[in-house]
């Protein structure tokens, strides 16, 4: 069992590209039986991350790059115009956007750090299953993709400014990336003990 095709938002790109030492193509092009859809406008917000942050400008050209090919990226141009019409006035149009798509071409999974959208999609689309970009770190690592992951760990939960959120985000957080290593492992049909997942998602225990 793995997974097949999904649709992935611009919040990804910026997680990946701001840890060191992981290859966000390299992960997705391994693990990944199908194809990755990358909506226009998820696309074109690319353009802003190279202008909030013009040290990744090479990163990101070779990603675009590798979205432009539709290859294995496929950048997508056509949705499912009633649900796209119908999302659009509830959640930002990137996120609309991945919705139609995945609706129009029955992708289950949209990954996405942006989680305002998640009580929209809930409601009236949850056979979407919606992951953050720690899933797919916790699918690397299962594969053995990554070469330093408590480094990698470490850097996600900053990104995610941990150390800002109350005491209820960070339990929630905490949850969060738990179930979905555990989910990851479920999906790829890999075993892992109760002390392994502890030993992989456990902030106190990492962060240090």
Do not use: W
């Not at 985000?169 to 002390?195: M, P």
Request: hydrophobic share 40%.
């Amino acid at each position: 069992m793995a997974l097949d095709s999904i649709v992935i938002d611009n919040t990804v790109f910026n997680f990946f590209l701001k840890i060191s030492d992981i290859d966000l193509s390299n992960i997705l092009r391994n693990t990944i039986t199908g194809k990755v859809y990358v909506p226009s406008q998820i696309f074109n917000e690319m353009s802003d991350i190279q202008k909030k942050y013009p040290n990744y400008l090479h990163k990101i050209e070779k990603l675009k790059n590798q979205i432009t090919e539709n290859y294995f990226f496929i950048h997508c141009h056509t949705y499912d115009s009633v649900v796209l019409e119908f999302s659009k006035k509830n959640i930002d149009m990137g996120e609309a956007e991945a919705i139609s798509q995945c609706v129009k071409r029955k992708i289950p999974y949209f990954i996405t750090d942006d989680f305002k959208c998640l009580p929209f999609i809930l409601k009236n689309y949850n056979h979407i299953k919606i992951y953050s970009s720690f899933f797919l770190i916790a699918i690397a690592d299962l594969h053995g993709l990554i070469n330093n992951y408590n480094m990698v760990f470490k850097e996600y939960n900053k990104i995610s400014s941990y150390n800002k959120m109350n005491s209820s985000k960070q339990k929630l957080h905490q949850d969060r990336i738990e179930n979905e290593y555990k989910k990851a492992a479920q999906i790829y049909s890999i075993s892992i003990s109760n002390e392994l997942l502890v030993d992989k998602t456990n902030i106190l225990t990492l962060r240090n």
